[in-house]
């Protein structure tokens, strides 16, 4: 399980992210931030669009900032929205995940108040597709 520490990090970084939030259209703020297996953490916020589904998800940026600074692998990350529902990733979110996480990743559900529920990506995404498939082929 993801360490205190940790999680705290991923916490404080997840709540920064979320109040740069664009979301003019849902008023639904996201933030996510994620750790590599390194020790590193970053951040994303759901950023929305007139054209609606070009909008993007809040895991997405999260991981488009690890790509960029050179990361490859998610140990952990953490989803922060509000409400009385769970913001648990999206499942085109949790596919975008699997690409850089295996099944025992860890997937923290927050809201404002803290960490609402824990899983791991396979729980959330069995049976899954993934880099392994591709691995493989001529
Ligand atoms: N959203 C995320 O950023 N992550 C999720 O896991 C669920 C949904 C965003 C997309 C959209 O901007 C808003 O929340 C409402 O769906």
Same mark, same amino acid.
């Given at each position: 399980?993801?360490?205190?520490?940790? &999680?705290?990090?991923?916490?404080?970084?997840? &709540?920064?992210a979320?109040?740069?939030?664009?979301?003019?259209?849902?008023?639904?703020?996201?933030g =996510?931030?994620?750790?590599?297996?390194?020790? +590193? @953490?970053?951040a994303? *916020?759901? &950023?929305?669009?007139? =054209?609606?589904?070009?909008?993007? *998800? +809040?895991?997405?940026?999260? @991981?488009?900032?690890?790509?960029?600074?050179?990361?490859?692998?998610?140990?952990? @990350?953490?989803?922060?929205?509000?409400?009385?529902?769970? *913001?648990?990733?999206?499942?085109?979110?949790?596919?975008?995940?699997?690409?850089?996480?295996?099944?025992?990743?860890? &997937?923290?559900?927050?809201?404002?108040?803290?960490?609402? =529920?824990?899983?791991?990506?396979?729980?959330?995404?069995?049976?899954?597709?993934?880099?392994?498939?591709?691995?493989?082929?001529?």
């Amino acid at each position: 399980m993801t360490d205190a520490p940790t &999680v705290a990090a991923l916490f404080d970084a997840a &709540v920064a992210a979320r109040a740069a939030a664009y979301a003019p259209y849902s008023q639904f703020r996201v933030g =996510a931030a994620l750790a590599t297996p390194e020790g +590193a @953490i970053h951040a994303g *916020c759901n &950023v929305e669009n007139a =054209a609606y589904p070009v909008g993007t *998800c +809040a895991e997405a940026g999260a @991981i488009a900032a690890m790509v960029a600074a050179g990361g490859r692998r998610i140990a952990a @990350i953490l989803v922060l929205g509000d409400g009385p529902a769970l *913001c648990a990733p999206c499942g085109a979110c949790r596919q975008r995940l699997r690409e850089f996480a295996a099944d025992e990743a860890h &997937v923290l559900v927050a809201g404002p108040e803290g960490v609402r =529920a824990r899983f791991t990506l396979g729980e959330l995404l069995p049976s899954s597709f993934g880099p392994a498939n591709l691995e493989a082929q001529p």
